[in-house]
């Protein structure tokens, strides 16, 4: 077996174990209580992000080292997954599409022309 399909198979095992947990969260926290641990995730995450930046241009010093760096990113991305899940939110597989058409878009020469014209 592959290490893919391994993981995917511990995936599925983890997600059988932690649904009645999740609503076990959402039946000791408030709503808004939960979209302010989102919020604060997200800053968090937000914040890793900046850090990886600084670290890749060496222009501020920071002494994180880059694993120490992803590590933190891939922390907060999992606490930003898990107020998700506890919220029963997630995204859309049209708006994703459509925002990955944009972006492309976007950075093609015809987009930069359209937005300097604009």
């Known amino acids: 077996m592959d290490k893919k399909t391994l993981a995917m198979r511990e995936l599925e095992k983890l997600?059988?174990?932690?649904?009645?947990?999740?609503?076990?969260?959402?039946?000791?926290?408030?709503?808004p209580a939960l979209y302010e641990q989102l919020a604060e995730e997200c800053v968090e995450l937000a914040q890793?992000?900046?850090?990886?930046?600084?670290?890749?241009?060496?222009?501020?010093?920071?002494?994180?080292?880059m694993n120490?760096?992803?590590?933190?990113?891939?922390?907060e991305l999992t606490d930003?997954?898990?107020?998700?899940?506890?919220?029963?939110?997630?995204y859309d597989p049209t708006i994703l599409n459509d925002k990955v058409d944009r972006w492309i878009f976007r950075n093609s020469e015809i987009g930069r022309n359209?937005?300097?014209d604009g």
């Open 114 to 116: 359209v937005a300097n």
């Open 15 to 31: 997600n059988d174990n932690i649904v009645p947990k999740l609503q076990e969260i959402r039946n000791t926290i408030p709503e």
């Open 68 to 75: 120490d760096i992803d590590d933190s990113i891939q922390e």
């Open 80 to 90: 930003v997954a898990l107020c998700l899940r506890v919220l029963k939110r997630g």
């Open 48 to 65: 890793a992000c900046l850090k990886k930046a600084r670290k890749l241009r060496d222009e501020n010093f920071t002494p994180k080292t």
